[in-house]
C-alpha cells in the first residue's frame, strides 16, 4: 500500500512554470505505476499524465503534451510533475495517485484503475 502527499502548488501567471512534488511511503512505492490528476470547478478529475514503476516510459493528456514533464526517484519515493506554459484552464487541484495494482505491466491513463489518492494541490493560472 501507497500513502501519498502532494506538494509545490500556488499561484502563477500565464506561461510561467511550476514544478509539483509528491511524495509516496511505503517500501514498495517502486512497484506501482503513479499517475497525476486535475479537478476544475464543476469539472470530472481528469488524467495528466503516468509515469512507469522504472521511470522509463511515461504518458500524457493531449492537453499537457509538450508543457509538462512528469519523473519520479524511487530511492527517494518522489514523483514530480514538471509544469511550463501554464495557461489559465491549467487551473485546478491536482492530485497525485498510485496504480492500484502493483507491478502492471503497462502505465494505466484511466482514473479508476489509481487508489491511495492524496490531498491535492491547488495550482491556479492568471492571465
Known amino acids: 500500500q501507497v500513502q501519498v502527499v502532494e506538494s509545490g502548488g500556488g499561484l502563477v501567471q500565464a506561461g510561467g512554470s511550476l514544478r509539483l512534488s509528491c511524495a509516496a511511503s511505503?517500501?514498495?512505492?517502486?512497484?506501482?505505476?503513479m499517475g497525476w490528476f486535475r479537478q476544475a470547478p464543476g469539472k470530472e478529475r481528469e488524467f495528466v499524465g503516468a509515469?512507469?514503476?522504472?521511470?522509463?516510459?511515461?504518458r500524457y493528456a493531449d492537453s499537457v503534451k509538450g508543457r509538462f514533464t512528469i519523473s519520479r526517484d524511487n530511492a527517494k519515493n518522489m514523483v514530480y510533475l514538471e509544469m511550463n506554459s501554464l495557461k489559465p484552464e491549467d487551473t485546478a487541484v491536482y492530485y497525485c495517485?498510485?496504480?492500484?495494482?502493483?507491478?502492471?505491466?503497462?502505465?494505466?491513463?484511466?482514473?479508476?484503475?489509481?487508489?491511495?489518492w492524496g490531498q491535492g494541490t491547488q495550482v491556479t493560472v492568471s492571465s
Open positions: 495517485a498510485a496504480d492500484r495494482q502493483p507491478l502492471r505491466s503497462v502505465v494505466t491513463t484511466i482514473r479508476s484503475e489509481y487508489g491511495f
Open positions: 511505503g517500501r514498495t512505492f517502486s512497484r506501482y505505476a
Open positions: 509515469v512507469s514503476r522504472s521511470g522509463g516510459s511515461t
